[in-house]
């Protein structure tokens, strides 16, 4: 059974960090791109940041550039993500996806497996 479990979300003044990790479990891995999606009320899921199977590529947002970065332990099983200078904008549920290709692909629907996400608020 694959799961995917998100954790560190939480509230956070404007300006704050938080760091959000996702441990796997049931899936091999080391051969999965990871990423990071969030979603409002009312909103589509969005693109955060992607990671591929081997940590040497990356993807971000414009939103989140230079504020978020992603990097992934496959020792661990584990896949983070650090937010730093965080904006009300900001504010989401976070999560994880698991995607059996290598390559950091932007597109939630090409994505295999989902957490239940984590929240994040930040407040100003």
């Known amino acids: 059974q694959v799961q995917l479990v998100e954790s560190g979300g939480g509230l956070v003044q404007a300006g704050g960090s938080l760091r959000l990790s996702c441990a796997a479990s049931g899936i091999d891995f080391s051969i999965y791109a990871m990423g990071w999606f969030r979603q409002t009320p009312g909103k589509e899921r969005e693109f955060v940041s992607a990671?591929?199977?081997?940590?040497?590529?990356?993807a971000y947002a414009d939103s989140v550039k230079g504020r978020f970065t992603i990097a992934r332990d496959n020792a661990k099983n584990t896949v983070y993500l650090q937010m730093n200078s965080l904006q009300r904008d900001d504010t989401a549920v976070y999560y994880c996806a698991a995607d059996r290709w290598a390559t950091a692909r932007i597109q939630s629907h090409l994505y295999d497996y989902w957490g239940q996400g984590t929240q994040v608020t930040v407040s100003s």
């Open positions: 990671i591929s199977w081997s940590g040497g590529s990356t």
